[in-house]
């Protein structure tokens, strides 16, 4: 039901989910087996999300049994103490991350992965086919001389082979890590060197729209600067206009070769690396961030089966790269039973309806998107239910950047009570979401929902008091079993200054966020990238929601520079004017008036400047620290890898701008 009021205090309710989200969802049956199992009585969602946090080696024991984690050794204990650095979660056990994603035995017929792509027919594989490929695999990796600990680097697109890969891989107690294809040789290095890879996974070239690639000479690069990789394995996927061949490789088909080895699950530690996942090395060299297989599996289960109500035959679309932990998070829909859509290519290809094709063609029942790519469909006007059979569609999940109100009711209007907008927030580093949406909450428009279950978030004023109502640091006052293992060939110092520096005992994830009293959540962008203009603190999202309904501005980047005595500095808006526009003195005013109207005096530009692009991470991560390094004087290719950014001539605009600053006179 539709609110049509305001608490005084509280968000917008924008609308409960019907009985088409509620009924039947699997969180709704994990309170019914707490009860059953542990005699535990909850009256709702906030009693489960209060207990998670308070009883928390309780809540991860009970994520453990109700999902039925296979262990091949006991647990003894589920946490050894809620230090941070250093928490230790059920130690003594023994598991695989991988022989999770074949639990599910009475559904070897049944589809577990649906590959789309714009270099090649659509693939579809069973869980009996998935199996079969994985043994073959995992055999052929054990040719190699591939074993425990070992690790496999893959510059691969999102496409089934890149899973049975991966799955061959975690299966042999070997460590995983990836990197999309459209990397340059830089970024691919900078990433792979430091894990000293034994056999690297690559493709010759791929398709993206109506463009072919051809990465040899790339790879033909990044081979040559990694002495430790003993083998290259050629996936032929290339477009059929290339010669889809590697030199002194490997054919993948040969790979899977007919081999008499059974499919086994190596048993490793709870905390066994199972895959590095990279930061998006925009500031430094990247972080090589190390999850471990009992973490991530819990993690996952919980988020994917009680978040995002997964359950057998369901089906997940979320247009990822391998670049992006939203790869790792989709594999693990297969440990709840349901199948993964794999899109490869480019997403808005022919058009911004492909998205929604893909959901009506595979019959998702989650789909995912970016705010980007929602508003983009908002502003073309689609009407995605009235347009495509998306009747088998009941959560569509939104994650990348700062979704605004606008974009809530927009979906609302076009799919209605009965799909759940589960807008959140997470990263990287913990491979989850940290605040999100679930069945059984309301939805606030231009909000997220809530702290995730069995995640202590909260935001820290500067004195590191919790505030709500007010904007402050994001961190976890508690342990996940997700957080990094740690970082590759670290002694702990890096990590440790990464998360725990400013607020000791504390994860402090980087993000500005404000928690309502209703326990719902803005987040506004990276607190680094926060403006403070006379004591006033405001989030990079929203100043940018400030000015989304300027239709002659097509994007924007907004920067703080401080100065030493903590005065107004200076700001500056960097923005990109929508076709058949130039920045002139008029808009200039009205994007002046428009910003002291919507949010404050000080926080109108010292500078509006036209660019031609706004810089992204290949990740969609607007850069506005990079930027801010670069107008105090840092290098381009000190702030930023070229391979990291969507288009790596975005920051010499801002470079130039930074040059002609210094020469003024002050």
Not at 260 to 280: G, I, Q
Not at 334 to 349: E, F, H, K, R
Not at 465 to 492: Q, T, Y
Request: proline share 6%; hydrophobic share 45%.
């Amino acid at each position: 039901m539709t609110a049509t009021a305001r608490r005084a205090g509280a968000p917008d309710l924008l609308y409960r989910p019907g009985p088409e989200v509620t009924d039947g969802a699997r969180v709704q049956d994990y309170l019914g087996w707490l009860a059953r199992e542990r005699g535990l009585t909850l009256a709702g969602w906030a009693d489960l999300r209060a207990w998670s946090v308070d009883r928390l080696e309780d809540f991860w024991e009970s994520i453990w049994h109700y999902f039925g984690v296979k262990a091949h050794a006991r647990y003894d204990r589920v946490l050894v103490e809620r230090s941070m650095p250093g928490a230790q979660w059920f130690t003594g056990a023994t598991l695989n991350y991988a022989e999770h994603c074949f639990a599910t035995a009475d559904r070897a017929d049944s589809l577990a992965v649906l590959g789309y792509s714009q270099t090649r027919p659509p693939v579809e594989l069973t869980f009996g086919e998935l199996a079969e490929q994985v043994r073959r695999a995992r055999a052929g990796l054990r040719r190699l001389g591939v074993g425990l600990g070992d690790r496999v680097a893959a510059y691969l697109p999102n496409c089934p082979e890149t899973l049975v890969a991966f799955l061959a891989t975690a299966s042999l107690g070997a460590i995983w890590a990836s990197c999309a294809p459209e990397f340059g040789t830089p970024s691919v290095v900078d990433r792979f060197a430091q894990i000293e890879p034994k056999v690297l996974l690559a493709v010759a070239g791929y398709t993206y729209g109506d463009k072919q690639i051809d990465r040899r000479a790339e790879l033909a690069a990044i081979r040559a600067a990694l002495p430790s990789v003993e083998h290259l394995v050629h996936v032929p996927y290339g477009p059929l206009a290339l010669d889809d061949t590697l030199d002194d490789a490997v054919a993948w088909p040969s790979l899977l070769d007919a081999a008499d080895d059974p499919l086994e699950f190596e048993p490793v530690a709870f905390d066994h690396p199972l895959y590095v996942l990279f930061s998006s090395g925009t500031t430094g060299l990247p972080k090589a961030i190390v999850h471990c297989h009992g973490g991530i599996l819990l993690e996952h289960l919980k988020n994917l089966g009680l978040h995002w109500d997964l359950r057998p035959a369901d089906r997940l679309l979320w247009f990822t790269t391998t670049a992006w932990m939203m790869w790792n998070v989709g594999v693990s829909s297969l440990a709840l039973g349901a199948s993964v859509v794999m899109i490869d290519g480019n997403p808005l290809y022919p058009d911004l309806r492909e998205q929604w094709r893909l959901v009506e063609r595979t019959g998702a029942t989650l789909m995912g998107a970016s705010p980007g790519y929602l508003m983009a469909c908002r502003r073309e006007g689609l009407r995605p239910a009235a347009e495509f059979d998306l009747s088998r569609l009941r959560q569509l999940g939104v994650a990348g950047s700062p979704f605004p109100a606008e974009g809530f009711r927009w979906v609302h209007e076009q799919l209605g009570d009965r799909v759940l907008l589960n807008v959140g927030s997470g990263g990287t580093d913990v491979c989850t979401g940290l605040v999100q949406a679930s069945p059984l909450q309301a939805v606030w428009a231009g909000e997220m929902s809530g702290a995730s279950l069995g995640v202590d978030a909260k935001a820290l004023d500067e004195r590191g008091n919790v505030v709500v109502g007010d904007l402050g640091e994001l961190v976890i006052g508690a342990p996940m079993p997700s957080m990094p293992v740690g970082f590759w060939g670290d002694d702990g110092s890096r990590y440790a200054a990464a998360y725990f520096a400013e607020f000791p005992g504390l994860f402090r994830f980087g993000d500005w966020v404000r928690f309502s009293e209703a326990g719902t959540c803005v987040i506004t962008g990276r607190s680094d990238a926060t403006l403070n203009r006379g004591g006033v603190r405001l989030g990079t999202a929203e100043f940018y929601r400030a000015l989304q309904d300027i239709q002659e501005v097509s994007d924007s980047v907004v920067v703080h520079l401080e100065d030493s005595a903590g005065g107004m500095g200076e700001l500056i808006l960097f923005v990109v004017p929508s076709e058949g526009h130039r920045l002139d003195d008029d808009l200039r005013r009205r994007l002046g008036q428009q910003i002291r109207s919507a949010l404050s005096p000080r926080h109108v530009p010292d500078q509006i400047v036209e660019v031609a692009a706004v810089p992204y991470s290949r990740t969609g991560k607007k850069l506005e620290v990079p930027v801010k390094k670069i107008l105090r004087g840092a290098a381009v290719d000190a702030v930023a890898s070229p391979g990291s950014l969507l288009d790596p001539a975005s920051l010499d605009a801002f470079a130039q701008f930074a040059l002609h600053r210094q020469a003024r006179p002050r």
